[in-house]
Structures are given as C-alpha cells and as structure tokens.
C-alpha cells in the first residue's frame, strides 16, 4: 500500500469535529495498515519538520497532533 500524507493528515483530525484529535503511532499503523515501520516512520519526521504534526504523548506512547494542514 502506497502510504499519502493527506491520508495521515485526515485520519488524525476532522476539522469539524476534532480539530485537535491526537492519535498514537499504532493507531496511524492500525488505519493505515502499515507492518514496515520503513515508509512511515521517515514521513511522519518530514511531518515534524515541516511543523505539519507535532510529537505528543498518549498514554504512555508517541503519538502525533496536526499543528497545520
């Protein structure tokens, strides 16, 4: 499966309904149906970097937060 930023993007927040969902890195794997940590790992860095996504912490675990879409 060919993994888009606008799918992360959009599986984290709904501007409409949770503008600030925090979602945790095994439920971004979970949705998008990811086994290799090889492809998503280095875009959700770009993500970081790009001030796209923030790291947060949820429940003990990395998750990520949209900071801009």
Same mark, same amino acid.
């Given at each position: ?11 984290? #927040? ?6 600030? =969902?925090? *979602?945790? $890195?095994?439920? +971004?794997?979970?949705?998008? /149906?990811?086994?290799?940590? #090889? ?6 860095? =770009?993500? *970081?970097? $790009?001030?796209? +996504?923030?790291?947060?912490? /949820? ?11």
């Amino acid at each position: 499966m060919f993994i888009k930023k606008i799918d992360i993007l959009n599986f984290i #927040t709904d501007y409409r309904k949770a503008p600030n =969902e925090i *979602k945790s $890195l095994s439920e +971004l794997k979970a949705h998008l /149906k990811v086994t290799d940590d #090889t492809t998503l790992l280095p875009m959700l860095e =770009e993500m *970081k970097q $790009l001030r796209t +996504l923030r790291e947060v912490e /949820k429940n003990g675990e990395r998750a990520f937060q949209v900071t801009a879409k």
